[in-house]
């Protein structure tokens, strides 16, 4: 099955950081732009960052720049979104999937191989 794994979330104070890793399985990832997604209660999914096959990144929300970095390591097969700074608000669960060689717009839309995610709460 192609897929992700997601991991690394859990319950962080506000102004703690965290790493997420994401595993491809099933894959290799070179040939894919990967990009980081999440999607709090009530709420629609969005994109976060995308990286591409080249290492080139796309900043898809606002709301993490500066806070956020995506990276790849396709020795390891994975992808790593570190998240500094954490809000209450960047409270949920994050995902990532991948789309062939770029990025596009970074709308989940537009990407696959969804995993089952990983759960980030920021609160004190």
């Known amino acids: 099955q192609l897929q992700f794994v997601e991991s690394g979330g859990g319950l962080v104070q506000p102004g703690g950081s965290l790493r997420l890793s994401c595993a491809a399985s099933?894959?290799?990832?070179?040939?894919?732009?990967i990009g980081w997604f999440r999607q709090a209660p009530g709420k629609e999914r969005e994109g976060i960052l995308c990286i591409t096959t080249g290492g080139s990144i796309t900043e898809v929300a606002d709301s993490v720049k500066g806070r956020f970095t995506i990276s790849r390591d396709n020795a390891k097969n994975t992808v790593y979104l570190q998240m500094n700074s954490l809000k209450p608000e960047d409270t949920a669960v994050y995902y990532c999937a991948r789309r062939w060689l770029v990025c596009g717009s970074g709308r989940n839309t537009e990407f696959g191989s969804w995993g089952q995610g990983t759960q980030v709460t920021v609160s004190s």
């Open positions: 099933g894959f290799t990832l070179d040939r894919y732009a």
